[in-house]
């Protein structure tokens, strides 16, 4: 049950969409004392005893139920608790569930997405962010300390330990947004480069197989600069027509490939975002 008092059944969980939907102002001479008109604390409190599908079809036929049935379709707890949490799998407990969508974006929630080790939902900007940390996938020597190491750097992704790669001669590093729902993103890259030379590696992004990027690296055009700060980088556009028609869970994987037979070393990888270009902002205030 929402904020409103209205409940979602199952069947209506699953097949709830957010469309925006415009309020009706009614055009006439009655004014706010008539006696007809139902009271928007009366017509509340009558939510309470309706189902979320019971209030769908009141409204296309009174004005005043299908207002409150808009209105509260932009709640941003109803849309957090019956649209985000089933579709991303997200683990929330009560205490992080926030009234409103600008209480969320000014506290940055940040969601663990559940049976997808590193994964996360982040709030930030107006816009839902996808956090994957590098330190919880798997590639070719990552377990051994000759090779690899993780350490605890400022700005790091959740304050989560990032990989560090001491020395190698071979370089598969590759990591996944899974679960991840057709649209328009923004794709960057959380790393430092205290010694990695320019076009050392060969860096892909594929959309559900498909390799949609394809570049050396790194280079100044994805954020090069030697450093040991970890700052975002820039590395491409993603499409909604990119993801594949005919699946039902979709893949954005970054893969890198050892370029050269020589050996490799100061590369600080903490993982990538995967920003949506949606403004929630626009819908929810």
């Not at 560090?164 to 001669?169: G, R």
């Not at 590395?235 to 699946?247: E, Q, R, T, V």
Request: net charge positive; charged share 25%; with cysteine.
């Amino acid at each position: 049950m929402g904020s409103n008092g209205i409940k979602m059944e199952d069947n209506e969980i699953k097949n709830f969409e957010f469309y925006r939907t415009h309020l009706i102002t009614r055009i006439g001479r009655f004014g706010p004392n008539t006696k007809w008109k139902l009271k928007q604390i009366l017509t509340n409190y009558v939510c309470e005893f309706l189902s979320y599908n019971d209030m769908k079809i009141i409204g296309n036929i009174n004005i005043i139920f299908r207002n409150i049935y808009v209105n509260y379709s932009y709640k941003w707890e109803p849309y957090l608790i019956y649209v985000l949490k089933p579709r991303y799998n997200l683990e929330i407990s009560e205490k992080e569930i926030d009234y409103n969508f600008s209480e969320a974006n000014k506290l940055k929630r940040t969601y663990k997405i559940k049976n997808d080790e590193g994964l996360y939902l982040l709030i930030e900007n107006n816009s839902l962010n996808f956090i994957k940390l590098a330190n919880s996938s798997k590639w070719a020597w990552k377990n051994d300390i000759n090779y690899w190491v993780l350490k605890d750097l400022p700005n790091a992704y959740l304050n989560q330990s990032t990989p560090i790669l001491e020395h190698v001669f071979f370089c598969d590093v590759n990591f996944s947004f899974n679960k991840i729902i057709p649209s328009n993103y923004s794709l960057y890259l959380h790393q430092a480069f205290p010694k990695l030379k320019e076009n050392s590696l060969n860096l892909k992004i594929l959309v559900d197989g498909i390799k949609v990027f394809n570049s050396d690296y790194p280079n100044k055009e994805t954020g090069y600069k030697k450093g040991k700060d970890l700052k975002e980088c820039y590395i491409c556009d993603i499409k909604n027509s990119d993801f594949a028609l005919n699946k039902k869970e979709h893949e954005v994987k970054v893969q890198f490939m050892h370029k050269h037979l020589y050996g490799i070393s100061g590369w600080y990888i903490d993982g990538g975002k995967l920003v949506e270009k949606r403004d929630l902002d626009l819908y929810f205030n």
